[in-house]
């Protein structure tokens, strides 16, 4: 059994980023496409509202600004909005950055991350391999991997709870689960399964 608790999803984009289809999509064309930058939130009845991923923010051009993470930008360029901040989102459906304890990272590509800096009272949950596969990169490899150290709040690491461990719940589905198969599904894994246990800390 998965879960019986109620929950409410919203899910929001962040800006977009384009390049051309082909390079995602097998048979795709050579034009550039828009790839929205997307977020959800989850109002969870006991633990509040949690981000799924934050989408883009202004600082992605701060931190685009010069060689070699300019080189970022040009490859994909990136269209936002003030409007369009994960901030602005949780303000429509009556939420404030300070409402938001928790933010599940699903990886660490810039259009992910740009706007954790927005959220200074959010917990960091991710899966370790997805950091430490970026974490000592040089500049070059990082903008390679579209990883902006910048993007994240110095004391990042002080707010982080990795997840270290698989529950039993999500332990018997088996590896071969479809649930297992997607980065975003196992984020939202980790929301209900990983999650839990470490928020106890709380």
């Known amino acids: 059994m998965l879960t019986t608790t109620p929950v409410k999803l919203y899910l ?13 999509l097998r048979g795709g064309r ?14 969870h009845p006991v633990h509040g509202p949690i981000l799924l991923d934050t989408g883009y923010s202004s600082r992605f051009f701060e931190e685009t600004a010069h060689l070699p993470n300019a080189l970022y930008r040009h490859i994909t360029p990136v269209v936002y909005r003030e409007e369009d901040s994960a901030v602005h989102f949780l303000a429509h459906i009556g939420l404030k950055a300070s409402d ?12 992910h991350i740009a706007g954790v800096r927005d959220f200074p009272e959010a917990q960091f949950i991710y899966l370790p391999r997805a950091y430490d596969a970026v974490r000592s990169l040089g500049s070059i490899a990082a903008v390679k991997a579209g990883f902006l150290a910048g993007l994240l ?7 982080s709870w990795p997840v270290t461990r698989q529950p039993e719940r ?16 196992l984020a939202m894994a980790v929301c209900w399964g990983w999650m ?3 928020m106890q800390k709380a």
């Open 100 to 111: 938001i304890r928790y933010i599940i990272l699903s990886h660490f590509h810039g259009d």
């Open 30 to 43: 050579l034009s550039p496409v828009p790839f929205p930058a997307g977020f959800a939130c989850i109002i």
């Open 170 to 185: 999500w332990t018997r589905a088996g590896k071969s689960s479809l649930l297992m198969r997607s980065t975003t599904s």
């Open 12 to 24: 929001g984009a962040s800006g977009y980023c384009t390049h051309p289809e082909f390079l995602t």
């Open 153 to 159: 709040p110095e004391n990042f690491m002080a707010r």
């Open 196 to 198: 839990y246990p470490v």
